[in-house]
């Protein structure tokens, strides 16, 4: 056991020591460890660029995925290929294999992406100086601001950062970078030559039409490879120091193929094969513009096809390139495609010895340095060179006697003086060696060629004096021998008598007969002839005899480039520098140099220089002027631009080859001459000259006196300092002189100050510090003040004081103490006034840029002193006035410069600025600038956002400003000099110092936190402390910032930082204590800050824990006073509120639904006004709600929000300001605007009703001001309200139950039910959908039990959502007879504050036999805490209560309903209110008594009748009667209705008819034993066999106390009768309107909510009662349980005719299943009218289908039949059995009339004397379907004969269901049995009565059920019961009057005729 603990512990120690990855996998990076331990700093030794690469790729890749997924994906691409670039470049860095250069060049291209990379990704700029990031605590502000600049410009211009550092004087300007081509030529393809080819590239200038370089020459073999074998791959090229301007030229690189061989190419006879001629092949050309870009973008090299042309003519040899690059293809052809040069170019930038270093292998390639044809742009000191190019132009021959042209070649040789043939001074061209000869090419058959070949000829400069050119001509025949014959030659020496160089330009050559046999040995025999016409001239006595004879017709034309650094072509130069060999010429030569071009003088500056000198310790009192003035010259000439450059060679030349000890003397009194004389002269050019060559005076002045001091030991040192003191007399002499009237004074004055600061670093050398400083002083002190001077005098007096700034001298701090005061002086002058301020604020810039390199010196601290007390001052001044101004970049600049200076000061540099103040006033008006300064620099953006270094450094130097300044504002301003403006100002700057974008840390990543609480802490944090402790200091004073700083406090509390909060929130507190112990309550500070709250938390400020925060704090501090009752009560108030905003804010903000939203700020708005009754807020988010039902199109609840302002307005004439969108106007007008607004919103919402009180309103303002024409226009409005009620179709909504469980809920919603008003055709599940997706995170429950505690409690979201069913309140409106049923369908649903749902349940043991003895029924009532609809489209539930409903009591209900359905179908049909389709009435005749037969109302019997349940339930008595008498109605009704049905059947239908009349008799016989008295009521029912006329014929009316019976019963029978549903389809099966149920043959389930839904599909809900479509079908089959229970009671829509649950359907295939189906919305599929329910083997059962058919074919739209067909807008079933031709229509319907018949007795049988089939067109109250009021007036058609059917579902058109067309149908023609006139007195005999009683309505007199229903009306009625027994008596005789209104359209006159004609035939039948 030890030897194995030891083993593991072994391990374990081990595993301690070891890492997780092999060794070999990890690289230790060197880096410095600080701090070592848990908080240790690691930095990295690495360069501190790959550093920022590293951290900023990290940076990057999370937006970068972001950019992803907001769909930027441009920006994604692009960045992805930045940072692949960024990683690439790291990777080379790091890789440590770069030269310096390149380093350079790749730390340039990583900032460039780096800086692109922060910009669009919105991060912060990073300032840089030379690629490094900068510290900013090692530089100034004024620094860091122009590296901020710099490198935005460097972002927006994706180039090189540049120094933003002011150059100091003594830097040297950057050289013009020079541009190189690098030219390779890879290969030559050509098939056809067959000859060794000569290939020459050269730069061609097209513009100028001239070559700018040398050549370049390839000499290739016949195979076209490199004749020297060792040029293998290097045949290449550098055409060097091309300038920038010379990129910007039009340049061809151009190459010239000459072959060596025969002299024709394809002719073997001319000339022998062994004589090899140079001829012309072909040319090629190359556009640099169009290749440049490419290069510079690549920077590598980069192949081109360059095709070959060959000339058409050769005599046009000379210019083919120019023909091909302007395209003449006339004048030139292409031999072979395949003819081509393939050359490799690449474009290379820097000097030579750069380029060489970052280039090596292209110099190891054998590289060929071509030069440029002249010098480059800049001639550096040691550049040596003496090159000649000669060009070969043109001749002009004889042809000789010859009848063909010459052939002539020119043989070049180069001679020396005494005869002899120079070797190798001739070039073809770089690249290959150098030779003694030239011959040029022949043009073949030329007397006049023309060859324009360039030859280098680099001569030595010692052979150069007495070297000569000879030009031999031959003629080359091309005959067998092929023979050279010489017949002319021609000479030029290259340097003239003078010992100037031959000329730069065109020299006709003269030309010299001679032949073979001539010699040339003697060269003197033709030296001495004249070259050419200039010589000529130059030697007139000529000899003739001499050997060679001038051939005056023949010339020769060459011209010459001289590029040489020694040799000049000027004779005024070349007397100068031999100006001893002229001595009385010296004055002369002097003057004449002003003369020579500026090449020459910079070629040949040092001696020219040392000439000078000479000539000046010569005879100085004789040349010391002029050679002054020379001296001034060239070094003016320096200053030229174009020689700019060559001021280090002058430089060089002082330091190290001037040897003029004694020329200061000279110069010196010459330059005070000048000075002197400046007063005087009226032409001053030559002293302007003088001041401008300053700075080379002083160097030659400075450097003669050191070489005297130092070859005398310092002798006369004395005189040089007074000659110095005296030079510097004169300066300040010129200075101090007027120049206001004299613009040439003004000039000098100029060029003196822009010289001056030049000559400091020279007079360093020879004085001390202090010395030179006072010279400068005296001399910046002379200046006259700004009054006295120009403005352009001025610019350059503060260009001179800055330069000077800028300067070493200044950089001594000896010198700063005597120089600073007086250039404070000047720029405190300038910014009094105003004058150039961005000058100004460079020099303060670089003064502080100075001060902040030297803050380590002991003597900054008395500079910094002197600044605070000159600039401090009227820099702020000079700030306010920029702001207001909004000059962002001179705001910049001197914030910067601000900045500096406070940061410079420090706690004795404060104490000595507060001590100097003279009085508290001056000091006051101090601070207030300061603190305005430090506002608007946070208000402005001064800088930019991203500027976040600088926005940094800014809150740090101003809160370490107000620690200093704010012990002095409290202790001069506190007591009793208190000052209300200066506190103010404090803690306006301290609030808006803490709310700074840039402080707050929260909202950037953690990595840049840390960084910026590393260096500077919370800044917040600090000034809160501040903040706080100032506050306190206030003391009583206080009470003067209540409630003023309340919401700038508030404000700083809100930021989102704890110890900011905890500091801050206790002033509240202090607020409250104070205003307590002032006015004895804090209503001032409850107000604001309830005011406030609301506008800040509204803004995105505050959260969850700051109300926490905020109520425990304040409540902690409240608990201790004696006012704690009130504290306490607020705070609570207030964190209430905070509550709710927040929820209101998160709602707002967030992509949260319109429900959300409207929920959110009704609660808030209640708030407002019920608990803390602010009214101002209260309207204010009156109309916030009011907009947001308007987005929601919800106007009857912005109607109703409106309404709220409304009644707070008076009908008065007080003035109200101008408040939100309403402007000024009085109390009375803002009212009536608002009424009217309010009607316009209930009539978009169609709530008419609630209008028209409002209506009602305005008009009795108007009647009492006389206003009529206003009182029309409202009355108008009213009457148009009532015709829409009765006319216009109105959707009844649906209403749902929502519980909101869980504490993940908003406050307002969490644990609370409500009850919402649906959308507009809404069912269940989509509301319940439509909740789900608002509260995605929720889960619906499944149950409608109440939530436990552990689901109100939990971490979640919980819906409970089930439908309800609303309680009307306005039940009189209701049970009124003569309400039309539209009216009752608005009250039914409207002004609803109640609402119930009922669930099944069994209570006791179940009865397995008959479920219904033990099936109980919970009803459910909600009360809400408002009436919907209102001001939302929900509110809370208030109340609920829970009544059990017994088993008997829920029969009693079902079966009552049922009766009332069946009478008020069965009316319909007597009254021909329904067409000739009698569907319907079979389907719910086929429901009752087949569920009566096979179960039904036998349950009932064996459940209740039972004499066990009769003997438990002794109290049930009186019920169990009621439920017979129910039940015994119920067969007489169901009598009725088959006497109606055997008269309307179709004959098809006739087995159903006599299925019914069988199963009728069954029902009759189960109820039997029960009814001992029932076959005596009908005894025509008893057998089978009776005869079809007389199966209902013992039936009678039905009397007044069956209806009473019906009320009596069923106290909710009133309430839902006839609803037109709109919402969508439910799970649940349903008793609502146009439901026809399918029940299997299964037995009874178990679930007591299964045996509801069946109890409730047999006998619909009372609320259904009186629907006329409300069918139902019941079996002896059962549904399968629902799926969901959440709503016993919810109904399936109108359009849809299901059976119970879903889930039942999906279950079981019911043998007898009936269907009816609705035309369907036009959007809805249409797959949802034909459920595969219905089908047996894809067919219809044939009962079914032949019903099916006739439902179908009869539909049309459900609505008013006298509406347009725009109007209607949903659909019903209208049953029509007939259809006519549209001719012969009778008239029209009226549009509306309110005309009602009484409500007529349902018949005992279809004989029976009193039998109201033939003429009422009454219906029973309330039996309205789908929204169609019953109480509407229809006419009918009929005839005997049933016409045949052309409806069925085969030949149905395609367009019955569309509802754009109106389908209804025309009548068939009417016979009339009585004249019109016997009709019309019938009809005006009738009286008239305008609405007919309701079916429901209760009789006066009670009275027992008699066996047969009376007539209605008999007790109100009795004159109208009179005159309606007369009328049936008679019936039979006549037709029955029509009642109506006097006032009847005439459209319905005739139609009237028409049915009382039909009703007359019918009654004769």
């Excluded at 070039?427 to 290959?432: C, D, I, K, N, T």
């Amino acid at each position: 056991m030890n030897i194995e603990e030891r083993k593991k512990r072994e391990r374990e120690a081990n595993h301690k020591r070891l890492g997780i990855f092999p060794a070999n996998y990890i690289h230790l990076k060197k880096a410095i460890v600080s701090n070592r331990g848990q908080y240790e700093t690691v930095v990295p030794l690495e360069d501190s660029i790959v550093t920022e690469v590293t951290a900023t790729l990290q940076e990057w890749a999370s937006l970068w995925k972001q950019l992803y997924v907001k769909h930027k994906v441009d920006l994604f691409y692009k960045l992805r290929h930045v940072m692949n670039e960024l990683i690439d470049l790291r990777r080379q860095l790091l890789s440590g294999h770069l030269t310096q250069d390149q380093v350079r060049e790749v730390k340039r291209h990583i900032t460039v992406r780096l800086d692109w990379g922060n910009e669009h990704l919105g991060l912060d700029l990073v300032p840089r100086k030379d690629f490094e990031v900068v510290d900013s605590d090692q530089i100034s502000v004024s620094d860091l601001y122009k590296m901020h600049l710099s490198s935005r410009q460097s972002v927006q211009q994706s180039t090189s950062q540049v120094d933003t550092m002011r150059p100091r004087h003594g830097e040297t300007c950057r050289m013009p970078v020079p541009h190189h081509f690098f030219l390779s030529l890879k290969s030559f393809t050509y098939n056809t030559i067959g000859e060794d080819t000569d290939v020459f590239f050269s730069l061609y200038d097209m513009r100028e039409g001239k070559q700018i370089s040398e050549r370049f020459l390839v000499r290739l073999n016949k195979n076209g490879g490199p004749r020297n074998p060792e040029k293998i791959e290097r045949m290449c090229a550098l055409f060097t120091d091309l300038s920038s301007k010379d990129m910007k030229r039009d340049l061809y690189i151009v190459a010239h193929v000459i072959r060596i061989g025969r002299m024709l190419l394809n002719d073997s006879k001319k000339g022998p094969a062994h004589l090899h001629y140079r001829r012309p092949y072909g040319c090629a050309v190359l556009s640099i513009l169009d290749v440049l870009q490419s290069l510079t973008e690549l920077k590598e090299e980069k192949d081109f096809v360059l095709k070959v042309y060959t000339c058409n003519n050769e005599s046009e040899w000379s210019q083919i390139h120019e023909n091909i690059i302007r395209k003449s293809s006339a004048k030139y052809s292409a031999p072979s495609a395949s003819h081509g040069l393939i050359i490799s170019l690449q474009l290379l930038r820097g000097d030579m010895e750069q380029i060489r270093r970052e280039n090596p292998m292209i110099f190891n390639r054998g590289l060929a340095i071509t030069r440029k044809l002249g010098f480059p742009d800049v001639i550096m000191p040691g550049d040596i060179r003496n090159d000649l190019y000669l060009t070969l132009e043109k001749g002009d021959f004889e042809r000789g006697g010859k009848s063909v042209q010459k052939n002539i070649e020119v043989t070049m040789y180069v001679l020396y003086a005494d005869g002899e043939i120079l070797k190798d001074c001739i070039s073809l061209g770089s690249g290959e060696p150098n030779r003694s000869s030239y011959h040029s090419f022949v043009l073949y058959h030329s007397n006049s060629p023309r060859w324009g070949e360039i030859i280098k000829l680099p001569i030595p400069i010692d052979r150069f004096r007495g070297s000569h050119l000879r030009f031999e001509f031959r003629h080359c025949s091309t005959k067998d021998k092929g023979e050279k014959k010489l017949f002319g030659f021609a000479f030029s020496p290259l340097m003239r008598d003078d010992g100037t160089t031959l000329s730069d330009d065109i020299h006709e050559l003269y030309v010299y007969k001679c032949d073979e046999n001539s010699t040339f040995n003697n060269h003197a025999l033709y030296l001495g002839l004249p070259c050419c016409k200039e010589d000529y001239n130059g030697c007139p006595n000529i000899p003739s005899s001499l050997i060679f004879q001038r051939s005056t017709k023949e010339s020769f034309f060459i011209s010459t480039q001289l590029s040489s650094t020694k040799l000049t072509q000027n004779v005024d130069l070349l007397a100068l520098l031999k100006w001893k060999a002229f001595p009385d010429r010296i004055m002369d030569i002097l003057g004449r140099l002003r003369h020579v071009s500026g090449e020459e003088i910079v070629k040949f500056l040092q001696d020219i220089l040392d000439t000078l000198f000479v000539i000046l310790d010569d005879n100085t009192e004789k040349y010391g002027l002029l050679v002054f003035q020379s001296l001034v010259f060239i070094i003016n000439l320096l200053r030229d631009i174009k020689y700019f450059h060559f001021r280090p060679v002058m430089d060089t030349y002082i330091q190290k080859h001037f040897a003029g000890a004694l020329a200061y003397k000279e110069l010196i009194r010459c330059l005070k001459w000048y000075m002197d004389c400046s007063a005087e002269l009226i032409r001053q050019d030559h002293i302007q000259e003088a001041m401008r060559a300053l700075e080379y005076l002083f160097k030659f002045i400075v450097q003669s006196r050191i070489l005297y001091s130092r070859a005398t030991c310092g002798m006369e040192e004395e005189q040089f300092r007074s000659s110095i003191q005296e030079l510097f007399q004169s300066i300040r002499f010129v200075l101090s002189l007027d120049s206001r009237n004299s613009e040439t004074l003004l000039f000098t004055q100029a060029a003196l100050l822009n010289s001056f600061p030049t000559i400091f670093d020279e007079l360093l050398q020879m004085f001390t510090v202090q010395e030179v400083a006072e010279f400068v002083r005296g001399t910046l002190g002379s200046m006259p003040s700004t009054v006295h001077i120009g403005q352009s005098m001025d610019v350059v007096k503060l260009q001179s004081i800055a330069r000077t700034v800028d300067s070493r001298l200044f950089s001594f701090s000896e010198s700063r103490r005597i120089l600073l005061p007086v250039v404070l002086h000047h720029i405190h002058l300038h910014l009094r006034q105003q004058k150039e301020l961005l000058i100004c604020s460079g020099i303060l810039g670089s003064i502080f840029s100075i001060v902040k390199t030297s803050s380590l010196e002991a003597d900054v601290m008395e500079e910094v002193e002197m600044m605070v007390e000159s600039l401090l001052d009227v820099l702020l001044q000079t700030l306010l006035t920029i702001m207001s101004k909004s000059h962002a970049q001179e705001a910049g600049e001197y914030v910067s410069c601000l900045l500096s200076l406070l940061r410079q000061m420090c706690d004795t540099h404060y104490q000595h600025l507060l001590d100097n103040f003279q009085s508290k006033d001056e000091l006051k008006e101090f601070l207030l600038k300061i603190f305005c300064v430090f506002r608007n620099l946070m208000k402005m953006s001064v800088f930019p956002r991203d500027w976040m270094v600088m926005r940094l450094l800014t809150s740090n130097i101003i809160v370490t400003t107000v620690q200093y300044l704010s012990s002095a504002l409290h202790k001069n301003f506190t007591e009793t000099d208190f000052d209300f403006k200066v506190w103010n100002s404090y803690f306006s700057l301290a609030v808006l110092f803490i709310n700074q974008p840039s402080l707050q840390l929260e909202i950037i990543t953690s990595a840049k936190r840390k960084k910026i609480l590393d260096k500077y802490g919370d800044m917040r944090v600090m000034m809160a402390y501040e903040l706080f402790s100032m506050w306190q200091n206030l003391g009583e004073h206080k009470i003067h910032f209540i409630p003023g700083m309340i919401g700038p406090f508030l404000g700083v509390t809100l930021v989102p930082q704890p110890e900011v909060r905890n500091i801050m929130i206790p002033i509240f507190h202090d607020m409250m204590d104070w205003e307590q112990r002032k006015n004895g309550n804090f209503k001032q500070v409850e107000a604001e800050l309830i005011d406030k709250l609301d506008s800040m938390v509204s803004e995105g400020k505050g959260d969850e824990s700051y109300r926490e925060l905020f109520g425990l704090l304040l409540l902690e501090k409240v608990e201790q006073e004696t006012w704690r009752e009130t504290g306490i009560s607020f705070v609570t108030s207030v964190t209430r509120l905070m509550e709710r905003l927040l929820d209101y804010r998160d709602c707002m903000k967030g992509e949260e639904t319109e429900n959300k939203k409207i929920g959110c700020t009704v609660n808030l708005m209640n708030f407002y006004k019920s608990e803390i009754n602010k009214e101002e807020m209260y309207i204010r988010y009156i109309h916030k709600l009011c907009d947001m039902h308007l987005q929601a199109e919800n106007y009857t609840e912005a109607a109703f929000t409106l309404l709220l302002y409304c009644e707070l307005l008076q009908w008065e004439e007080r003035p109200l300001r101008e408040f939100l969108h309403y402007p000024a106007q009085t109390e009375w007008q803002r009212k009536e605007g608002l009424c009217r607004k309010i009607i316009h919103y209930f009539n978009k919402g169609k709530s008419w009703e609630f209008g028209i009180p409002l209506c009602r309103e305005l008009a009795c303002q108007y009647e009492s001001l006389y206003d009529y024409q206003s009182l029309s226009w409202i009355r108008k409005m009213e009457a148009s309200y009532y015709d829409n009620i009765m006319e216009q179709q109105r959707l009844e909504p649906e209403f749902f139950r929502v519980g909101f469980y869980g504490r993940k809920f908003p406050f307002f919603l969490r644990n609370k039910e409500y009850v919402c008003r649906g959308h507009d055709y809404e069912r269940l599940e989509a509301f319940q959908q439509r909740m789900l997706s608002e509260f995605p995170q929720a889960v619906a429950m499944q149950h409608p039990n109440h939530p436990d505690d552990a689901i109100l409690q939990c971490d979640a979201q919980y819906l409970q959502i089930y439908a309800v069913t609303p309680i009307p309140d306005y039940v009189d409106v209701l049970q009124m007879d003569r309400v039309p049923d539209r009216v009752k369908s608005f009250y039914r649903v409207n002004n609803v504050r109640k609402f119930r749902y009922d669930r099944p349940f069994h209570k006791g043991p179940k009865d397995k036999e008959n479920e219904f003895k033990s099936l109980w029924i919970e009803r459910t009532t909600l009360t809400l805490t408002h009436s919907l609809p209102g001001i939302s489209r929900w509110f809370e539930v208030e109340r609920r209560e829970l009544v059990e409903v017994s088993p008997l009591e829920n029969a009693i209900q079902v079966v009552e309903n049922k009766n009332q359905e069946l009478r008020a179908l069965i009316s319909q049909y007597q009254h021909k209110q329904v067409q000739g389709n009698i569907n319907l009435l079979s389907m719910c005749l086929n429901g009752v008594i087949d569920a009566a037969v096979n179960g039904g109302i036998a349950r009932y019997q064996e459940a209740f009748f039972d004499k066990d349940y009769i003997t438990k339930h002794p109290g049930d008595a009186e019920k169990i009667t009621q439920l017979k008498e129910l039940m015994q109605e119920q067969v007489h009704v169901l009598g009725v209705g088959l006497a109606v049905h055997e008269k309307f059947v179709h004959p098809e239908m006739r087995p159903l008819h006599k299925k019914l009349i069988d199963q009728f008799q069954m029902m009759r016989a189960s109820l039997y034993h029960e009814f001992p008295g029932l076959d005596k009521l009908s005894p025509a029912c008893s057998g089978s066999s009776t005869p079809r006329g007389n199966v209902l014929a013992s039936h009678s009316p039905m009397s007044p106390e069956s209806i009473k019976m019906t009320h009596r019963h069923s106290p909710m029978n009133l309430m839902g009768t006839g609803r037109h549903s709109s919402s969508s389809l439910s799970s649940h099966a349903s008793s609502e309107a146009g439901n026809v149920v399918m029940l299997g043959d299964s037995s009874m389930g178990e679930a007591p909510e299964d045996l509801y839904h069946h109890m409730q599909l047999a006998y619909p809900n009372p609320r259904y009662q009186g629907s006329v479509t409300n069918v139902s079908v019941l079996s002896s089959s059962q549904a399968s349980p629902s799926s969901s229970s959440l709503s016993s009671t919810h109904s399936a829509p109108s359009q849809m005719i299901t059976s119970a649950p879903s889930s039942a359907r999906d279950k079981y295939r019911h043998a007898r299943e009936m269907m009816l189906l609705l035309p369907t919305h036009r959007d809805r599929p249409s797959s949802a009218m034909y459920p595969a329910a219905i089908l047996e083997n894809g067919q219809l059962p044939n009962f079914q289908r032949a019903l099916f058919q006739q439902v179908v074919g009869s539909c049309k739209p459900c609505s008013d039949p006298n509406l347009s067909v725009a109007e209607k807008g949903h659909y019903s079933l209208h049953f029509d059995a007939f259809h006519h031709p549209l001719g012969d229509t009778p008239p029209a319907l009226p549009a509306r009339t309110l005309r009602k018949s009484p409500l007529h007795p349902i018949p005992a049988s279809p004989t029976s004397p009193q039998s109201g089939l033939d003429g009422s067109n009454s219906t029973l109250s309330g039996s309205a379907s789908s929204g169609v009021s019953s109480l509407s007036e229809s006419n009918f058609g009929h005839s005997s004969e049933a016409p045949p059917r052309t409806d069925t579902m085969d030949s149905m058109p395609s367009q019955a269901w569309n509802a754009d067309e109106d389908l209804e149908p025309p009548y068939l023609p009417v016979h009339y049995s009585l004249s019109e006139s016997a009709v019309l007195d019938s009809i005006k005999a009738q009286p008239c009565r305008s609405h007919s009683a309701p079916g429901c309505v209760i009789p006066q007199d009670p009275m027992d059920p008699p066996a047969l229903p009376p007539k209605p009306y008999h007790s109100r009625l009795p004159a109208l019961e009179h005159e309606e027994g007369v009328l049936l008596r008679d019936d039979a005789d006549r037709p029955r009057g029509l009642h109506r209104k006097a006032s009847l359209p005439p459209g319905s006159a005739k139609e009237e005729q028409a049915r009382l004609a039909w009703e007359h035939g019918r009654g004769e039948q």
